[in-house]
């Protein structure tokens, strides 16, 4: 899913690298959080799977360790049926297509517009997500007119649906950022996360962008002293404010 956009430089191999989380940081929100919403609303018999199993389920979001479990049997109940990793691709573009106006409110003007300029000065940029990466990749592509490389999570048949693999996240992002062929110096990294700290301590030049309020004195204490740490317009989320 695609349409035309802007035209930029070819970025060169040995151009400065550039990352971008996705979620909070170009996305006001969890756009993977949204999409599985959709899908188990998609039917009345995957929203009582997903309540049966919340329970067990919904407290282990909240932990690191038990994360990708707890997301992963959510994806499991809006995804039972699915065959193929083809399939789940062919429902975000569905997904994407039919909700772009919402998606487009949530995407951040003032984040899309350092990424456009990232690719006018012709840096090599990629998004780094724990989303599917053709979430990623379908918003940017049809409701911004962004064709730029996604890093995501993997996923695949298992089970009777397709759910996560291997997570795109925290040290599991930065290897899979290298198996696809970003090798070299960080030159700025951008992200929200804490979770994605070792992408942010990789960098030569972190940005620390719409981190929740409580993690702020965090990223202060750990990462290098006047590192940027911005609110890009998540009214309910910490950093310095844009100017005006």
């Not at 802007?6 to 949204?34: E, I």
């Not at 691709?89 to 569905?94: G, K, T, V």
């Not at 409110?105 to 000065?121: F, M, S, T």
């Not at 918003?139 to 730029?148: G, K, M, R």
Request: aromatic share 8%.
């Amino acid at each position: 899913m695609s349409l035309a956009g802007p035209r930029y430089p070819q970025a060169k191999a040995d151009a400065p690298l550039v990352v971008f989380d996705f979620d909070h940081t170009l996305y006001d929100g969890d756009s993977g959080s949204h999409l599985f919403v959709w899908m188990i609303r998609r039917a009345w018999w995957r929203r009582v799977l997903a309540l049966l199993i919340a329970p067990v389920f919904a407290p282990m979001i909240a932990f690191l360790p038990t994360r990708r479990a707890g997301i992963s049997a959510f994806v499991w109940a809006g995804t039972i049926g699915l065959k193929r990793r083809r399939d789940l691709d062919e429902l975000i573009d569905r997904y994407v297509a039919g909700n772009a106006d919402a998606i487009r409110r949530r995407l951040l003007p003032h984040a899309l517009d350092v990424l456009h300029r990232h690719r006018e000065a012709g840096d090599r940029v990629v998004i780094a997500t724990g989303a599917p990466p053709e979430l990623a990749r379908a918003i940017l592509a049809f409701v911004a007119h962004e064709d730029v490389p996604v890093v995501g999570t993997e996923v695949g048949p298992r089970f009777g649906a397709v759910i996560a693999r291997r997570h795109c996240h925290h040290a599991m992002k930065m290897r899979m950022l290298r198996e696809a062929g970003f090798a070299g110096e960080i030159a700025i990294a951008y992200s929200d996360s804490s979770a994605d700290l070792p992408l942010l301590q990789a960098a030569r030049r972190p940005v620390v962008v719409n981190p929740k309020p409580d993690r702020v004195e965090f990223f202060r204490r750990t990462l290098p002293p006047g590192t940027p740490i911005l609110n890009w317009g998540c009214p309910d989320r910490g950093g310095e404010p844009l100017p005006g």
